[in-house]
C-alpha cells in the first residue's frame, strides 16, 4: 500500500483537537471523513503532533496508507475539494517509502505562539492570539526564556493528565520577539509535553509584566512543581509550525 506523507494547515477554532474523539469535531476525523469521499476507503491519518482543542497549526504533517497509487498532486488537490467547508487545507501531498511515520520519524518539532500586546479587543485575529493589554518587556522575556534551554525535568511545565513516560525534555530553542504590537514566541524540541509550550508562555509572560525575574523563572523550572508554574497561555495563540525530519 503506497504511503503519503501530507503537510496540513489549519485553524483549530471549532475542532476539539486533533485525535478522533467520540461525537466531537476533530481534524483528524475531518481528514478521515475527506478520505472516504475521495477513495472510498476507511484510513487511519497519523499525525506528528496531537494539538489540543483550539490550537492551530501551519506545518502539521501526517501520514496515510492508501489501496492504490494516485498522483501527490492528485491527492491534494482531490482533499481540498472534499475538505471544504472545512478551515483545513492539505498543502502539499507526497508518496514516502513505508518506513517514514509522521510522529516517530520526525526530529524536531517547531511551534510558535502568538501574543498581540495591545488594549484594545482582538477583530482579525479573535481566536489566533492571545491578547494580553499591559505592556509587556519581550526583551526581558527572551533573556528569562535561555534558562530553559537544555535537557531538564519540566515537570513544572506538564499537564496534570500528561501520558510521557518521563518529564524529562531536551528544550532546544525558546526566542521571544517583538513587532510592533505582536509578540512572537518560537520554540523547538524533538518533543514536548502536554501542555508544555502553553505553560512556558504563561510563565514568560509573568516576567514580562514585571513580576518574575529570570531567577524566578528558572527557580520554578528547578522546583519540578506544577503549582509552580504561571498561568497557561490560551491555546489560541499556538501553532504547530513546522516538523522536521
Known amino acids: 500500500m503506497p504511503r503519503y506523507k501530507l503537510t496540513i494547515e489549519y485553524d483549530g477554532t471549532p475542532y ?13 476525523g475531518a481528514l478521515a471523513q475527506a478520505f472516504r469521499r475521495f477513495c472510498g476507503e476507511d484510513v487511519h491519518v497519523a499525525g506528528a503532533g496531537r494539538t489540543d482543542a483550539g490550537v492551530h497549526a501551519t506545518g502539521q504533517v501526517a501520514h ?6 494516485w498522483r501527490s498532486d492528485t491527492v491534494r488537490d482531490a482533499m481540498t475539494a472534499q475538505l471544504r467547508p ?25 511551534y ?43 515537570s513544572t511545565f506538564r499537564a496534570a493528565e500528561c ?14 520577539s517583538r513587532s510592533g504590537n505582536e509578540i512572537r514566541v518560537v520554540t523547538s524540541a524533538r518533543s514536548f509535553l502536554h501542555h508544555q509550550v502553553r505553560s512556558m508562555v504563561g ?20 522546583a519540578a512543581d506544577r503549582t509552580r508554574c504561571g498561568p497557561m497561555a490560551p491555546a489560541a495563540g499556538l501553532y504547530l509550525a513546522a516538523v522536521s525530519y
Not at 87 to 109: G, N, W
Not at 112 to 140: S, T
Not at 203 to 222: C, I, N, P
Open 16 to 28: 476539539a483537537g486533533w485525535q478522533i474523539q467520540a461525537d466531537q469535531e476533530t481534524v483528524q
Open 112 to 154: 510558535l505562539y502568538r501574543i498581540v500586546n495591545r488594549r484594545p479587543d482582538l477583530a482579525l485575529d479573535r481566536d489566533r492570539a492571545w491578547r494580553i493589554p499591559q505592556k509587556l518587556d519581550a526583551h526581558a522575556m527572551h533573556e528569562a526564556a535561555q534558562r530553559l534551554l537544555g535537557k531538564h525535568d519540566f
Open 86 to 110: 472545512h478551515p483545513i487545507a492539505v498543502l502539499s501531498a507526497e508518496e514516502v517509502p513505508d518506513s517514514f511515520d509522521a510522529r516517530f520519524s520526525a526530529t524536531k518539532r517547531h
Open 203 to 222: 510563565s514568560l509572560m509573568r516576567v514580562g509584566e514585571g513580576r518574575w525575574s529570570a531567577d524566578d523563572l528558572e527557580a520554578a523550572l528547578k
Open 64 to 69: 496515510v496508507d492508501l489501496s492504490r497509487h
Open 163 to 176: 501520558q510521557a513516560a518521563s518529564p524529562l525534555k531536551t528544550l532546544d530553542q525558546l526566542d521571544v
